[in-house]
T-cell receptor, first 109, second 112 residues
């Protein structure tokens, strides 16, 4: 059974304080690993897709990396507007997305 | 370019009633997936529709059913509502089910 575990559950940072979110996964035949951002009461917003170990992608202050067992979302010099829940999901050969519970990030000014 | 749209935004129903939620996919997408998200949890896969057929199904009872129309839009139907069905229902669209899935804003269902 596919499993995704995200840590920490919640993270509080000061503006400008860089950190990383972790996503550990087990899946039979990884088709892709996805990162989404979700604001309260809204649908997840697509951020990145990673397909193979060693791949990295960047967008503004965010950088996602992938190994064979986990992915990291690095946040450099975060701003208060980066506050949100960050969701990680894996896609298996059935094309179903299996999500973790998310990391709730709060960035204080 | 219109993204994924869902209706209604909010819905309040009574236990035992039936509900229909609607989704229009992003332009160019032909596959629609439905997810249920309880408070504080990640989305859980309900099912996926492609070429007007249910292609995959998650661990949800038969009370949850769906449909996809020739224009790729989709409906999610839930019968005999339970209090535990209260959640945010998310629709996601993609091209042939592969690659990125783009989510709509969701429908907040409250069952009283």
């Amino acid at each position: 059974e596919d499993q995704v575990t995200q840590s920490p559950e919640a993270l509080r940072l000061q503006e400008g304080e860089s950190s990383s979110l972790n996503c550990s996964y087990t899946v039979s035949g990884l088709r892709g690993l996805f990162w989404y951002r979700q604001d309260p009461g809204k649908g997840p917003e697509f951020l990145f897709t990673l397909y193979s170990a060693g791949e990295e992608k960047e967008k503004e202050r965010l950088k996602a990396t992938l190994t064979k067992k986990e992915s990291f979302l690095h946040i450099t010099a975060p701003k208060p507007e980066d506050s949100a829940t960050y969701l990680c999901a894996v896609q298996d050969p059935r094309l179903e997305l299996v999500f973790g519970k998310g990391t709730k990030l709060t960035v204080n000014p | 370019d219109a993204g994924v749209t869902q209706s209604p935004t909010h819905l309040i129903k009574t236990r035992g009633q039936q509900v229909t939620l609607r989704c229009s996919p992003k332009s160019g997408h032909d596959t629609v997936s439905w997810y249920q998200q309880a408070l504080g949890q990640g989305p859980q896969f309900i099912f996926q529709y492609y070429e007007e057929e249910e292609r995959q199904r998650g661990n949800f009872p038969d009370r949850f059913s769906g449909h996809q129309f020739p224009n790729y839009s989709s409906e999610l139907n839930v019968n005999a509502l339970l209090l535990g069905d209260s959640a945010l229902y998310l629709c996601a669209s993609s091209f042939q089910g592969a690659y990125e899935q783009y989510f709509g804003p969701g429908t907040r269902l409250t069952v009283t």
